[in-house]
């Protein structure tokens, strides 16, 4: 075979690859898009259900669903279950963070196991496990609890978000401002943390929009109070309804800008 | 090793502060909890006795071994099928020509994991409705006449949980893919191996790291799901999550919930020791 005809050859095959590969992405493009575009096209339906035929335009459903009190509550228990557990989530985690990677200690390792077993562990149980103590020390059912639940799941992903930041070139700066006579305290809040922000907002955003979406111990732990993916899961009971797909698109728009803002304080960081 | 073993006590103790609140939190809310399931668990409602009753009748009584075979299949299919579908796709979208277009491809592929958990299970409910856009196209394209009864079946759950799962496959091996030193494949076709050949020896053995962080995180994510199979899977094969719920809104049986619940921690427990030694960071060196 002459090198042309190789050379041919080769272009064909990649030509075919190249199509191949394209057309697997488009496919999967496809089915992962699938459910949101039906999700947020329905929320725009004239009409009593959210399927075939799209009966044109209107901003109805987002009205029913602005003026829905309990959906309305719901979020307002929600944004500050969030803002309340992802607060505590990234200081426990990034003081967990700072000590291990800073001061030797024994059984470093250990410590370092103990604090991200719960990722390991599914929700359920970390549910449950509240549920059986609360009802043992008859505590009643709270928003309390889920934010208590929620500080579990997240302080986990806070600590690794931290620890993967830390690096030795901090260590010398930190050193400096020891040296020139600040505190402890005072070296953490002035020189580590404005060190650490991207990182510790990253953290912060994802377990806020985690701690905004978690269904299954906000519904074992809740009862009168309620978060918003409760009040959806009463609002499914329902059927079919635009509604839904309205408060569902709304929040999907923006938790992923949030996840978009994140992602891109991270790669910031890494790529300076 | 050497120099923690050298740490004096009074060394270690501003280390320990730092990570203490932490730990105490754990502690407290994790970790007296999960106690606190165990004791519950060996109790018997109906008898008020103390004993291993409870995980016996798990095992043996027909609704829990059932609801223990769907969870184990469920999980199974799932966990393979999500697998099969994202490697190609990390594959394909590692392949690309610039590392702008990858991750632009990546983040474009990921997207739909910040719908609301609840609301994406509702939204493939659409879909797959009788009179929904998949069968509407279907039949439009004349492949079916009547309309597939996909929604409310464990079919329904296994598309809801692919479609998750595939995300996250996607970016866990992607992230193992991009690793691997593309020098090692170049040097394997100079030695006259085939593609095929190639991709068989250097990369996809490479590339287990991710596929088994993927696996992990799949296996205790479905297996432990409640909200999917609820909406999805219309009630017709049960998984254990579900009895579990039931134990406790309908039956408000504690103890029972707490016994099915352990059971499913252990089986999550032997997942993580059977995908151990390639979930472990790779030791520098090794």
Redesign the interface.
């Known amino acids: 075979m002459s090198a042309v005809q190789t050379r041919y050859a080769g272009g064909w095959k990649q030509l075919i690859c190249k199509g191949l590969t394209a057309t697997y992405i488009a496919a999967c493009f496809c089915f992962i898009f699938a459910p949101v575009a039906v999700l947020v096209l329905f929320s725009f339906q004239d009409g009593r259900l959210p399927v075939p035929p799209f009966h044109g335009p209107t901003l109805h459903w987002y009205g029913q669903a602005l003026a829905n009190d309990r959906l309305l509550s719901a979020m307002g228990h929600s944004f500050v279950v969030g803002a309340g557990s992802a607060f505590l989530s990234v200081v426990l985690g990034f003081l967990a963070a700072y000590g291990l990677a800073r001061y030797r200690f024994r059984g470093q390792a250990l410590v370092r196991g103990i604090l991200v077993l719960p990722m390991a562990v599914s929700y359920l149980i970390v549910g449950m496990g509240l549920l059986v103590m609360a009802s043992w020390l008859n505590i009643a059912p709270s928003l309390w609890l889920v934010c208590i639940s929620h500080i579990v799941i997240n302080m986990p992903l806070a600590f690794a978000i931290c620890s993967a930041q830390f690096n030795p070139a901090q260590v010398r700066m930190e050193m400096a401002a020891a040296d020139l006579g600040a505190s402890l305290p005072r070296v953490l809040l002035q020189i580590t943390v404005p060190m650490m922000a991207p990182a510790l907002i990253a953290a912060f955003i994802l377990c806020f929009t985690l701690s905004w979406d978690e269904f299954l111990t906000a519904f074992l732990l809740s009862r009168f109070d309620i978060t918003l993916p409760v009040a959806i899961w009463g609002l499914l009971r329902g059927g079919l309804n635009p509604q839904t797909n309205a408060i569902g698109s709304m929040v999907f728009f923006g938790a992923a800008a949030l996840a978009l803002g994140a992602e891109y304080l991270m790669f910031r960081k890494k790529s300076s | 090793m050497n ?3 050298t ?1 004096s006590r009074r ?9 203490s ?3 105490l ?2 502690l407290a ?2 970790a ?3 106690l ?2 165990i004791a ?1 668990s060996l109790h018997d409602s109906a008898t008020g006795q103390y004993g291993i009753g409870n995980f016996v009748q798990v095992f043996t009584e027909k609704a829990y071994t059932d609801a223990l075979f769907n969870s184990l299949t469920l999980t199974a299919v799932v966990t393979l099928a999500s697998l099969v ?1 994202a490697y ?2 990390a594959y ?2 590692a ?2 020509r610039s590392a702008r277009i990858q ?1 632009l ?1 990546l ?3 990921v ?10 299970s ?6 797959l ?1 009788p ?4 069968n ?1 196209a279907l039949m439009a394209l004349g492949l079916i006449h009547t309309p597939l009864r996909l929604a409310y079946s464990t079919t329904a759950t296994e598309i809801g949980f692919v ?1 998750f799962f ?2 996250l496959d996607t970016l866990t091996i992607y992230a193992s893919l991009v690793q691997i030193n593309p020098r090692l494949a170049l040097a394997a076709r100079d030695l006259g191996a085939s593609a095929l050949r190639t991709f068989l020896s250097i990369t996809l053995p490479l590339s287990v790291p991710g596929i088994a962080v993927g696996a992990f995180l799949t296996i ?2 479905c ?5 999917t199979p609820q ?1 999805l899977g219309g009630m017709r094969a049960i998984v254990l ?1 579900q009895t ?1 719920m039931m134990q ?1 809104q309908k039956h408000l049986d ?1 103890p029972m ?2 016994a099915m ?1 352990l059971v ?2 252990v089986i ?1 427990a032997v997942a ?1 020791l059977a995908l151990y030694r390639f979930l472990r960071p790779e030791e520098p060196g090794r």
């Open positions: 120099k923690v073993a740490v060394e270690s103790l501003p280390g320990l502060l730092f990570v609140p932490a730990l939190w754990l809310f994790f007296a909890p999960l606190a399931m519950v579908l190609p796709l394909s979208i392949s690309l991750r491809a983040t474009f592929a997207l739909p994991f910040w719908t609301s958990y609840v609301v994406r509702y939204a493939w409910l659409l879909v409705a009179t929904g856009p998949l509407a479609h595939i995300m205790v994510l297996i432990g799901d409640y909200v909406i999550p579990v406790i504690l919930a707490s619940s499913l921690t999550m993580y």
